[in-house]
């Protein structure tokens, strides 16, 4: 396994939980996944470590966490989130897909699994330029999927709120922001990484094989179901 974070402590502590937890080969990368140059360079070293890739999650993103509007936003903050967000997964498809689509295996040669958002699929005002890099994303995965067919699949997750390093770990920070947006959750609770994880090891397994260019939407019905009173 590869793993890539910008944050090395964070990487550190992850390489030794996998390798402790599953005995598995792991090749932490410290890179920004948003520079072209860093993501190639991670390309070189996964494909010299290991004969194939066979599933591709793109996961890094962020900046949402400045709730202001758009027309407040400056050019750098644009840059900034979109760099991140929705270019980070553009560059690295461009990177990893090329190798991947050969590989031998049938009848799907390698999987891509997006990490979008639920703010991707209904704009939230208060974080405008996030939810357009995210909305980018769903838009990037369906372009990809009907690239890489018949041999990848490519997939996207759009979380709802979860707890996690967005939200400082904190249910209380998590909280907080779901109700500064007024956010009610028809499940009847928070998020977790489990929640998200669990889909993103379906799309990575053969259970999944038919299933290409979707967006998974994991909310709890935020968004669908809207406003019913919980939390
Ligand atoms: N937590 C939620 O409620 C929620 C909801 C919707 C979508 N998401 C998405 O889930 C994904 C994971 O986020 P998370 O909630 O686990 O937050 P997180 O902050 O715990 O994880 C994001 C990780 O991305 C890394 N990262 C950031 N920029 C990077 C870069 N340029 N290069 C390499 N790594 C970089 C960070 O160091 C961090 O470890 C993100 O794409 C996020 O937008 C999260």
Not at 202 to 215: E, G, K, R
């Amino acid at each position: 396994m590869v793993l890539n974070d910008i944050n090395e402590e964070g990487l550190e502590e992850t390489t030794k939980m996998v390798k402790s937890k599953f005995g598995s080969e792991v090749l932490p990368i410290k890179a920004d996944v948003s520079i072209g140059d860093e993501v190639n360079q991670m390309r070189k070293k996964a494909f010299s470590t290991f004969d194939n890739i066979f599933v591709l999650v793109n996961n890094a993103g962020g900046g949402v966490s400045s709730f202001k509007n758009i027309l407040a936003r400056t050019e750098e903050d644009w840059h900034k989130i979109l760099d991140i967000n929705l270019k980070s997964q553009w560059l690295m498809a461009k990177a990893f897909c090329r190798k991947m689509k050969p590989q031998k295996f049938e009848p799907i040669s390698g999987k891509v699994i997006n990490m979008a958002s639920i703010a991707g699929v209904r704009p939230e005002a208060q974080t405008p330029v996030y939810s357009i890099a995210k909305a980018g994303i769903i838009a990037l995965t369906k372009i990809l999927a009907a690239q890489l067919a018949p041999k990848m699949t490519v997939n996207s997750i759009a979380p709802g709120y979860h707890i996690t390093g967005l939200y400082n770990n904190s249910e209380q920070a998590l909280k907080d922001a779901m109700e500064v947006q007024g956010i009610k959750t028809p499940l009847n609770r928070l998020g977790t990484v489990e929640d998200v994880s669990k889909v993103a090891v379906f799309l990575a397994s053969p259970l999944s094989d038919f299933i290409t260019a979707q967006n998974i939407v994991v909310d709890g019905g935020v968004i669908t179901v809207g406003v019913a009173a919980h939390l």
